[in-house]
């Protein structure tokens, strides 16, 4: 009788585990998928706003003023953060290399390396951080506070249509000076690097351009330049919706700018990787080495 | 047509929750062309949302909203965004764009809708606006940041005014005023709608006292339905208890 009934202990306690362990795994599923649905759910919502912005920068009235409004905000304020930032990746970029060549004598191809990495990578990479913090941060609080403050509501009754007249021309201007900020960015670092290498390490300044004229080709740059005019409009995507649709006050308008420029800057690192790819594929469809 | 009143809501009901819960629970009213109407009500009956609806800001869960001769909810959003130029609203923080200064708040609805119109004969508009709500021309050059509350409010009425609009909204207007700068906005309103005959005024308030004095028609909402709409006589004469209890304490406190 004890060992019929130690058995059905056994057989209760192992009908429990799995009980739990069901639970367990279906607690997990119910999450995955309202995660899922959530992110899709978000997903779709920031596509349907992207495409709405986009067909009202063709509509009337124009926004050219707003748009270059923008771009000096976005462009021409941003220039001394992105050569400051641009100098020193230059000067330690081509310092860590010049170490690692160092070792097997090929110093003579610190400058080529640097203006691979720089032109397709770090240059496009490093302004899209910089600028979606910079102005990408501003523009989520900017609509977040004019959110709260009913000032869009009253752009509303005014009819105006706010998503031409405050997101769309923020899209356009980061589009086009995210490019030129690149470009900047990419100048200023190898002049860095030419610091460095010349000047500082007395490596021979002919051979220095010469290997990178040897080595790059506009296609390089103009790799990092299509990379970062995406950049521009994803973060301006993200911050702008972030901000747009701001709840809460003043709490609201925190985390709006908290999530859109944190969401922004993981979006440039993930999309880096997979522009990075498709560039690769369409320069070998296309036959380019 | 230009007999129909302004506002006509009908059987309007609104839920955020896939109807779950209502928020407006079937609201049926006039609102007459040319009237000063009073929206009251306990805070979190609907005011605001009702408001939004008259504006064409949320479109009801089911029934419909007339405004003008025009249902709301037939229009495409294009023809809402220009249909929305016949109203003018003064929100209850003014909601001026704070890197304007007061003329250049005034002149924007003049710079979005009257695109045959010079900048000077924008200015000259946006002048006579300001003067028009007793603004003194030297606070014309500052920033909304720069100048008193009082004279936000009388800002965002001159911008509410640029388009000479059909309907003025006035939402919570005087919420968190002194009693003196209450009564200013008060008599600006009053004023504003005596100057305009015509023009429909709907002002969504906490200031029973004013909006006795100044309506011609108040409508009390209550849990998402119209209590009573009527003259202030009629709120006074009214057997309903809870538009008793309400009208004599609002009155008392103020």
């Known amino acids: 009788m004890s060992g019929f009934l130690a058995s059905t202990r056994e057989v209760g306690l192992e009908l429990t585990l799995i009980d739990r362990t069901l639970g367990g795994v279906s607690w997990i599923g119910a999450w995955v ?29 124009s926004r050219f003023t707003e748009i270059i409004r923008h771009m000096e905000f976005v462009g021409n304020q941003s220039i001394g953060i992105i050569c400051l930032t641009g100098l020193f990746t230059g000067l330690a970029l081509s310092f860590q290399i010049y170490l690692g060549f160092k070792m097997f004598n090929a110093v003579n191809m610190v400058g080529p390396v640097v203006a691979l990495g ?33 000032q869009i509501d009253a752009l509303d009754v005014m009819g105006v249509n706010t998503k031409q007249y405050l997101i769309s021309p923020r899209i356009v201007a980061a589009f086009i000076c995210m490019p030129l900020l690149t470009a900047v960015f990419d100048f200023v670092a190898m002049v860095g690097s030419w610091i460095l290498c010349v000047r500082l390490l007395q490596m021979d300044e002919a ?35 972030r901000g747009f649709n701001t709840t809460g006050g003043a709490k609201g308008v925190g985390d709006a700018t908290n999530q859109g420029v944190v969401q922004s800057m993981v979006a440039i690192i993930i999309l880096d990787y997979f522009l990075t790819n498709l560039i690769r594929f369409y320069y070998n469809m296309m036959g380019i080495s | 047509m230009m007999n129909e009143p302004a506002v006509v809501m009908k059987d309007v009901m609104k839920s955020f929750d896939g109807g779950k819960d209502y928020v407006l629970k079937g609201i049926n009213m006039e609102i007459p062309r040319g009237s000063l109407t009073a929206i009251i009500g306990f805070s979190g009956t609907g ?14 869960t089911s029934g419909s909203v007339r405004v003008l001769g025009t249902d709301l909810s037939k229009l495409s959003p294009d023809q809402l965004t220009k249909f929305r130029c016949r109203f003018g609203v003064l929100f209850q923080s003014a909601a001026l764009f704070d890197d304007n200064t007061v003329l250049e708040n005034v002149c924007f609805p003049l710079y979005e809708h009257r695109r045959d119109l010079k900048e000077a004969q924008v200015v000259r508009i946006a002048e006579q606006k300001l003067e028009e709500v007793g603004l003194d021309p030297k606070h014309f050059g500052k920033l909304p940041s720069q100048i008193s509350g009082g004279m936000q ?9 640029a ?77 309903i208890e809870l538009v008793k209890k309400f009208v004599n304490k609002g009155m008392k406190h103020q």
């Open chain 2, 163 to 239: 388009l000479d609009p059909e309907i003025l909204i006035y939402d919570e207007p005087t919420t968190g005023l002194d009693p003196i700068l209450t009564e200013m906005v008060d008599n600006l309103i009053l004023s504003t709608h005596k100057s305009r005959p015509g023009t429909t005024s709907i002002m969504v308030s906490h200031d029973l006292s004013a909006a006795f004095r100044i309506a011609d028609h108040i409508v009390m909402l209550d849990s998402g339905k119209v209590l009573l709409f009527g003259t202030p006589e009629d709120f006074f004469k009214t057997d």
């Open chain 1, 207 to 241: 051979v220095f351009w010469q290997k990178i004229r040897d080595m790059i080709d506009v296609k390089h740059i103009n790799e990092g330049l299509l990379k970062s005019a995406v950049f521009g409009i994803f973060f301006a995507l993200i911050c702008t919706y």
């Open chain 1, 118 to 150: 720089i032109t397709r990578e770090l240059g496009p990479v490093l302004t899209g951080l910089i600028v979606a913090a910079r102005a990408g941060g501003a523009m989520a609080a900017r609509l977040g506070t004019m959110r709260v403050n009913e």
């Open chain 1, 33 to 61: 998928i309202k995660f899922a649905k959530g992110v899709i759910e978000e997903a779709g919502k920031i596509g349907l706003f992207f495409f709405e912005s986009i067909r009202l920068i063709f509509d009337k009235p």
């Open chain 2, 47 to 60: 005011k605001s949302v009702m408001l939004k609806h008259l504006l064409g800001l949320y479109k009801p």
């Open chain 2, 153 to 161: 409010k009388r800002t965002g009425l001159a911008r509410a005014l």
